[in-house]
């Protein structure tokens, strides 16, 4: 069967983007961000993972707010990126595990999660920006599965439902007949707001609770409503959301493999956190 090997949850502000394009990694401004990824670059030398799942929300690029899935998966055999207007350069397509993909979707659906297919998707920021930068160098081998939460338009899902959704997507992954190694990816936050009086709102004792509770007690983050979570993060902040699909993916036991928090990177709090299964 199929081996969860961890997790990275990872920010996707856009204007990493245009950072990496320009090669400003060691500029004084990205520099203590770009700094957090080498001990996490070496940690998938060595697990070696086959098919990245990538737990993300979508920014109008696929869906927009007429059309907002609850949870969505794709089942495409390679999945593009388009210019979104963020003055990010497009990147060349990201192959597919369309087997993968579908015993996800056939599983998750006979748990009682009820989801949108997508057999062609097109993938935003916040998918290929935490890919590029957790494989600098293209991993040409690497498959993905995308895997869009609604972070975006109320009523979202809730944190106790995301964390049913992870665990639900951990014992999918776990009983597919497979040798694959599979890391889990939850991409977005930490705490941000982008718009009105709290514009620029960063709440960085929140976000280093979130981030070690998540490693030894997942379930404490469902006290919180949504309405809570955005009040204690910011509008956008609720992406915090995918990071607890991720953990809860994860399965049970799992130890930090290592953790970087830099602020602000464009008004938000930049978080990075890998996880190993034990």
């Known amino acids: ?139 040409a081998a690497l498959r993905t599965v995308p895997i869009c939460q609604n972070t975006v338009q109320f009523p979202l899902p809730s944190a106790k439902r995301c964390l049913a959704f992870g665990r639900a997507i951990n014992k999918a992954i776990e009983s597919w007949d497979s040798d694959a190694r599979v890391v889990v990816l939850g991409t977005g936050g930490l705490s941000h707001q982008l718009e009105g009086t709290r514009a620029g709102f960063i709440n960085k004792k929140f976000d280093l609770e979130f981030m070690d509770k998540l490693v030894s007690d997942p379930d404490w983050v469902t006290q919180y409503s949504n309405e809570d979570l955005v009040e204690l993060t910011g509008t956008q902040g609720i992406e915090l959301l995918n990071w607890l699909t991720c953990r809860g993916a994860l399965g049970g036991k799992v130890k930090a493999v290592h953790t970087n928090y830099h602020i602000p990177i464009s008004n938000t709090a930049a978080g990075l956190l890998a996880m190993e299964t034990v």
């Open 1 to 139: 069967m199929a081996k969860i090997v961890g997790g990275i949850n990872v920010t996707h502000v856009p204007y990493i983007g245009r950072a990496i394009a320009g090669n400003l990694q060691q500029d004084a401004y990205w520099k203590p961000f770009f700094d957090g990824f080498p001990p996490v670059h070496a940690w998938l030398d060595k697990v070696k993972p086959d098919v990245a799942v990538v737990v993300y929300n979508d920014h109008g690029l696929n869906f927009f707010l007429d059309k907002m899935p609850t949870f969505s998966i794709g089942a495409a055999a390679e999945y593009s990126n388009a210019d979104e207007g963020w003055g990010i350069p497009t990147v060349a397509p990201f192959k597919g595990d369309q087997d993968l993909s579908w015993h996800l979707i056939d599983s998750l659906i006979e748990a009682e999660f009820d989801l949108t297919t997508c057999q062609e998707m097109l993938v935003d920021h916040a998918f290929t920006l935490p890919l590029e930068l957790l494989w600098p160098t293209r991993n």
